[in-house]
Structure formats: C-alpha cells, structure tokens
C-alpha cells in the first residue's frame, strides 16, 4: 500500500504577491498540473504526465472541472459566536453587549465550549478553510477546547485566551495578573505543539486597563515566538471611546504600542480608519492588518484600504471574522472583498482575491512557511473547487473564456457546495460531491 497520493487537475500556484506586483506574474494556473502528496507534505508539483510518469505507484485523483488549492487560511475569527452569526445588525457596541457577551457566558461551561469548538471547525472545514486565527472567551478551557478539537483533526490552528478586565459584564472580566498567568500556561501548554500557535489575546483596548494590556506587553516580550491579536479602528464610536479611555495616546494604536503591543507578530483586526502614524507604524515594524469585509458590512463599519495599505508592503490578510461577519466561507469573504474593492475604485482579480485568503493570510500569521501554498515541502493542506458546483455557477462556467473567468464566478457565487473536497495534513476530510 503506497503512502502516496497524486491529485491531478488544474492547480493554483504563486511565485509572487499579486498585491504588489502584476497578478499575471505571481499567480498561476496550470490546467494540466498534479500535487504529490506523502507523509502528510506536499512532496512535487507539477505536469501531471511527468508527476505519474515519475510516480507509478502513487493512488491518484482525477479532478475535472475543478481547481486544486491551497486550503484556505482564516486569519481572524470568534469562533464562541458560532451560534450568534447573522443576528440582526448593531453597531460594534451593541453588538457586543446584546449577542456577543451573553453568548461568551455560555462558554463557561467546558461542555458548551467543546460542542461549539467542534461545530465551528466542522462548519469551517466543510468551507474549506484548514487554518484559522480565533479569539476565545477569557476562560481558559475556552482555550483548550479549540485546541485540542483542531488536534483531533490534524488541523493548524492559531488561538489565544481573550483578555478583558473593564467593561465587561460580571463573569466575562478577568485581572492582569489571571490574564498574564492564564495565557503563559496556555501558551506552555500549547504553544508549538503538534500544529498548534497560541497567540496573545487581548480583545481590544477598551475592555482591558493599561495594566492589563502592560501585563500583555510583558508576556510577548517573554514569548516572542507568539502572535498577538487584537481589534484596531474597526468603527468610529470605538475610536471616539478609545480617546475617552486612552486620553494620553498619540491614537489608537499609540494604546498597543505604549504597552508593548506593537510588532511584526501582531495581528491587527479591521483597521479602517487609521491615522497616517498608524499606518507608518505598521509599516515601520511589519505588523499585520486582517480585512474582514462581510463585518465591516454587516455592521457599518467602513471600507478597508486594501490597495492603498498593499502599497505600503504592509502584511495583509483576509478573514470572516465568525459571528460579526455573516458567514463562514472563504469564497463569501473573497466575494465581499472584491465588492469593497469596487466601492473603493480599487476591484481586486480573482488571482489577488486568493492569495489573500490563502498564501496572504498564512504570511500574516507567519505561517507561510507551513501553509497557504501548493509547493514541495508544504504541509498538504488542500481544498478542491468546483467550477460548477450550482446550475449559476455551471452556465457562467461553461460561457467562461478562461479558467480566471471560471475561478471568478465561484468567487462570486459559490460557497459551501463549490468545496470538491478538502485534505488536512495530507489526509482527505471531504467527500466528492
């Protein structure tokens, strides 16, 4: 019984970043390609004829109609509000007060965090998204169900403990001192484990003291290896509150920065309304930005800059950001993407909408060395997109010029039914459809 696996079909694979060079010359398509898969790696990529004229005894699968990926990448998530997504619009605060408090209560039962860790990697899996950066709640088991449910399925997975010690309702508030010492046994306890990286969590700035977030500062500068994750400018009320708070802060980010927060591990969700400094800042230090353009709707947010930010070779990523963002899908959230793009006069090609969502996404949570590229040595991490998954979908493909055209209209149209199949660590999760 050979341990290799050869999938052949059409295959996705970059040379470049298409947000800062021609996407023609950093993304390619190969209709007739292959993907050799051994002891959970990616170990060739290539012309299909010369991938099974070099590999006999590999079992292979035949996609047609279909694209072969890197598995997508979700670089910002809340994966508690599993249950609460698309729940009727607030603004930030309201919604935070009205659906995502009373929800986070509920995940002080280890029981409930299980049942809806499970749930949101079986529903994201099913998406085709293979790794994804979530916050917790403050309890610690929070923490480790999310872990340890993403082991049980060979997935990556980046989480943190989130960290609140003000305005926050009674039970969801912990101290700087339990927010230091709960995340560094996290951290001892996970960290680099299996595919498992802990990142820093603190929600954001008004939730949590200076001392706390001090305390935070502390805890990366012990553990450099470590992301960090938090919210930065997402709505105009937040930044207005955060002055009231902060009232020694340069700006927004000045409140990370002051406390050691600021860096080229950090993860820095939304960020729509950023100061020049800001932005120099973040491009000073390569910190990351993550866009999360069905929240930024559903919620009014605003519009990202993703092209404007993309010029200054700042890391940017893509994400759903589960249960303020209004789906689960990493197609939905590419579409989303191009359609603030649109709104922006910037509209993003197909090739730059997935590599965000993919290769995009894996740099920003340093993980471009494991993840979100077809390339010998990479974790086999791979989903499987059908080009006609809907009659919709199949008729603009059958009209389609190319396979862009065809890759565009999945985009746009498809979700959980374009998913073909997904493979985690070289083992197959999904089934054909």
Not at 146 to 162: N, P, S
Not at 212 to 222: D, K, N, R
Not at 288 to 294: D, F, Q, R, S
Request: glycine content about 8%; overall charge negative; aromatic content about 8%.
């Amino acid at each position: 019984m050979t341990n290799q696996r050869l999938l052949l079909g059409a295959t996705l694979t970059y040379s470049g970043n298409p947000m800062q060079t021609a996407w023609e010359d950093a993304v390619q398509i190969d209709t007739n390609g292959g993907v050799l898969i051994e002891n959970g790696h990616i170990a060739a990529v290539g012309d299909a004829e010369t991938l099974r004229a070099a590999h006999p005894q590999a079992e292979v699968t035949s996609y047609t109609d279909a694209l072969i990926c890197p598995g997508f990448v979700d670089a910002h998530v809340h994966y508690p509000q599993t249950a609460i997504i698309a729940s009727w619009g607030k603004r930030l605060i309201d919604w935070l007060n009205s659906y995502t408090f009373p929800e986070e209560m509920r995940l002080s039962d280890p029981a409930y965090a299980e049942e809806i860790a499970s749930r949101y990697l079986d529903l994201t899996l099913a998406h085709g998204t293979t790794t994804a950066a979530s916050y917790c709640t403050i309890h610690p088991h929070s923490a480790d169900a999310l872990f340890q449910a993403a082991a049980d399925r060979g997935q990556r997975i980046v989480a943190g403990k989130t960290c609140m010690d003000r305005n926050a309702p009674d039970g969801l508030r912990d101290t700087a001192q339990s927010a230091y010492d709960d995340s560094k046994a996290l951290i001892a306890r996970w960290h680099g484990k299996g595919r498992a990286s802990y990142a820093i969590t603190p929600r954001f700035s008004p939730t949590s003291t200076p001392e706390q977030l001090s305390a935070l500062g502390a805890l990366w500068a012990e553990h450099p290896g470590c992301l960090m994750q938090t919210h930065l400018s997402e709505q105009t009320d937040e930044i207005a509150w955060v002055r009231e708070l902060y009232p020694e802060a340069r700006d927004y980010l000045d409140t990370y920065e002051a406390h050691g927060l600021l860096g080229e591990r950090g993860l820095y969700g939304h960020a729509i309304h950023l100061e020049p400094r800001e932005i120099d800042r973040l491009a000073e230090v390569g910190g990351a930005l993550v866009h999360c353009p069905t929240s930024n709707t559903f919620i009014g947010s605003g519009l990202f800059d993703m092209t404007g930010l993309a010029q200054r070779d700042i890391p940017l990523a893509l994400a759903t950001d589960t249960g303020g963002g209004s789906s689960f899908s990493m197609l939905r959230t590419m579409a989303a993407a191009y359609e603030v793009g649109q709104l922006r006069g910037t509209p993003l090609h197909a090739a730059q909408l997935i590599w965000l969502g993919t290769a995009g996404s894996a740099r920003a949570l340093h993980l471009q060395d494991q993840v979100g590229r077809l390339a010998a040595g990479m974790e086999a991490d791979i989903t499987v997109l059908s080009l006609d998954s809907t009659p919709a979908i199949a008729q603009r493909h059958d009209a389609a010029k190319d396979i862009w055209e065809s890759l565009f209209a999945t985009i746009m149209m498809g979700d959980d039914r374009a998913v073909k199949d997904v493979w985690v660590a070289g083992k197959r999760v999904g089934q054909t459809q």
